[in-house]
Nanobody, 125 residues
Framework: QVQLVESGGGLVQAGGSLRLSCVAS????????MGWFRQAPGREREFVAAIDWNGDKTYYADSVKGRFTISRQNAKNTVDLQMNSLKPEDTATYLC??????????????????WGQGTQVTVSS
């Protein structure tokens, strides 16, 4: 079974930082684009950031530009999301995903093929 496991979530005050990590179960996942999404109760899954197969290109939602940084370490099958200057509106379950099959975009949930279970991020005001 393909598995992606997120970690690093927690409760922080506004203005604080967290670093999320996603570990893929297969070494081959390092050759595919990966993304981070978030979902709050009653809301649709929202794009946060994405990174191409080798880390040469990154993409960010406008809401997180300048605050979040996505990176990958292919040798360790990991993708990280450094989150700084956190705001209460960042509160959500954060999920990582991998795009195995070619798709037109990295910005939409249905462009990804496998998902982790998510890690909770709560930002208090």
């Amino acid at each position: 079974q393909v598995q992606l496991v997120e970690s690093g979530g927690g409760l922080v005050q506004a203005g604080g930082s967290l670093r999320l990590s996603c570990v893929a179960s297969a070494r081959a996942f390092s050759g595919y684009p990966m993304g981070w999404f978030r979902q709050a109760p009653g809301r649709e899954r929202e794009f946060v950031a994405a990174i191409d197969w080798n880390g040469d290109k990154t993409y960010y939602a406008d809401s997180v530009k300048g605050r979040f940084t996505i990176s990958r370490q292919n040798a360790k099958n990991t993708v990280d999301l450094q989150m700084n200057s956190l705001k209460p509106e960042d509160t959500a379950t954060y999920l990582c995903a991998v795009q195995i099959y070619n798709a037109a975009s990295l910005l939409f949930p249905n462009s990804y093929d496998y998902w982790g279970q998510g890690t909770q991020v709560t930002v208090s005001s």
